[in-house]
């Protein structure tokens, strides 16, 4: 298969919780708004992947971070992998990305990081957009309104396709010149 039949996948995992991010807001000279930081430690994770190229993404949400949600968020990528083309799905190197994770899928493996090289990963700024666009300075009730706010955040993000073909392209990762 010829490298114009392969589409580079980033994946990577985040926490979204009730010990959330505060940043600053726009207020009017001379006022001090407040903001809530709640004290409960109830959280989501999502596992997300962007193809920079075509601008696909792929989600799931989950109460922990194992091998078999690994395995999940896997298919939902081979799934949105065409027939015919192969997807490399690079990865840091957490526990649950290693081993033979890729082994029963035809049509994706996946490419480990460096070691201590998440700068590398473009998912990350996917993440700090989420948290300072849509997740800041804000309050849940529990589990089900995080998993809800942060499935509308990623479906924000995940909306417009130049956003996240801007955001998650790197120049280093074309493979045909």
């Not at 980033?10 to 001090?32: H, L, M, P, V, Y």
């Not at 899928?105 to 998912?123: A, D, Q, R």
């Not at 009730?141 to 396709?161: C, H, K, M, P, T």
Request: net charge neutral; charged share 25%.
């Amino acid at each position: 298969m010829g490298l114009d039949r392969v589409d580079v996948w980033f994946q990577d995992e985040a926490r979204f919780g009730q010990q959330n991010t505060t940043t600053k807001i726009w207020a009017q000279k001379g006022s001090r708004p407040r903001v809530v930081r709640q004290q409960q430690f109830e959280s989501a994770h999502i596992y997300g992947a962007v193809c920079p190229a075509t601008g696909k993404t792929e989600a799931i949400i989950a109460p922990c971070l194992s091998k078999d949600v690994m395995r999940e968020h896997l298919q939902l990528i081979s799934n949105a992998t065409e027939v015919g083309r192969y997807a490399v799905v690079i990865v840091d190197r957490a526990s649950w990305h290693m081993g033979d994770i890729a082994s029963e899928f035809k049509n994706l493996s996946i490419m480990p990081l460096p070691p201590y090289s998440p700068e590398l990963n473009p998912v990350e700024q996917v993440w700090q957009w989420m948290r300072q666009r849509e997740l800041s300075n804000r309050t849940f009730s529990g589990y089900e309104d995080i998993v809800e706010q942060v499935s509308r955040a990623w479906n924000s993000f995940r909306l417009e396709v130049e956003r996240v073909k801007s955001l998650c392209s790197r120049e280093w990762i074309n493979l045909i010149t």
